[in-house]
């Protein structure tokens, strides 16, 4: 019996490694994009196939999507180490819809999609109990900008498309963001800038127990979406406070953190407006839809998680 084939965009990111590394341990045969040599050396030495292209241009590695019987979208315009403002947001939108269509274009009736987006499509929920899936969205950050491209995927799920969208929290991890506000800062004995004012309350993950729910969504039936839907949460079990993570990653590295207090006005000059609504909204989500499916969260909360990945990586 020949391997599960899984098409993965985006598989050298943050995420996407992960998810590679979850396909590849399962036993299947992981064909990833790469967009340039680096990016085929980093393909192969997570034990995976690269395959030329790229994302915003199609061509032959199309045809390499309509041959697998799952594709994974864990693609995103880039947009690391910018400032986030409503302009940057609006290229990424553009960008983002290209992306998507060259893709799932290119999908095989009868295969499986799963589609990773960011949780801020749902955005704010305000501080209390955690809310689920069945939400009325209230879009923050990213949230008006990716809005668009998770509807075009709703209406092609509709249309018969066998597509399972993932909403990851704030994925952790040395890596991405935590790395450059929180882990960079504290390894060089730097302070740590946090938003002036109460701390607000996110909903994170770690970046394995992503990888590892991306690859149990790709492997479940079609008929276990019927109770759950086809739109998921990817987060732990306990939301924190942003202040909250800083102080334990600050433990997990002993060190000791300083911190600098920065006003509104000045986030949103250094991180942008749309970083800056991150910081300043509560987004507390729940997992019960993921876990009644099965899976199983090897970290189910930040705090022992945190520690376990940087001890990973020192």
């Not at 990773?116 to 008006?144: C, H």
Request: proline share 6%; glycine share 10%.
């Amino acid at each position: 019996m020949s391997a599960t084939t899984t098409f993965v965009a985006g598989g050298t990111g943050f995420i996407g490694r992960a998810v590679v590394s979850e396909l590849h341990a399962a036993g299947d045969r992981v064909q990833v994009l790469a967009r340039s040599d680096d990016s085929a050396r980093a393909v192969r030495a997570l034990g995976a196939e690269p395959v030329a292209g790229d994302l915003s241009a199609p061509g032959a590695w199309q045809e390499q999507v309509r041959a697998a019987d799952r594709v994974v979208h864990a693609a995103q315009p880039s947009t690391f180490g910018s400032r986030l403002t409503p302009r940057a947001a609006r290229r990424y939108q553009a960008e983002r819809l290209a992306q998507d269509d060259a893709l799932l274009d290119a999908v095989a009736p009868g295969a499986r999609v799963v589609y990773i987006s960011g949780n801020s499509y749902f955005g704010e929920t305000g501080p209390g109990a955690k809310r689920d899936e069945s939400m009325k969205p209230n879009p923050t950050g990213f949230g008006p900008y990716v809005t668009e491209a998770v509807e075009a995927v709703r209406l092609r799920i509709e249309e018969g498309l066998d597509a399972v969208i993932a909403f990851p929290g704030a994925v952790y991890g040395d890596g991405a963001w935590l790395k450059q506000y929180a882990l960079d800062p504290l390894r060089s004995g730097k302070p740590v800038g946090e938003l002036a004012g109460p701390s607000h309350a996110t909903s994170p993950v770690a970046v394995t127990d992503v990888g590892r729910a991306v690859a149990f969504l790709a492997a479940q039936p079609a008929t276990s979406f019927e109770a759950t839907g086809r739109l998921l949460f990817v987060v732990d079990d306990e939301p924190v406070t942003f202040h909250q993570i800083n102080e334990l990653a600050a433990q997990a590295l002993g060190v000791q953190a300083r911190y600098r207090a920065v006003p509104a006005p000045l986030m949103r000059l250094f991180a942008g407006q749309i970083g800056y609504e991150y910081l300043a909204t509560d987004a507390l989500y729940a997992n019960a839809r993921l876990t009644s499916l099965g899976f199983r969260f090897e970290h189910p909360t930040v705090r022992e998680g945190l520690p376990a990945l940087l001890s990973a990586t020192a």
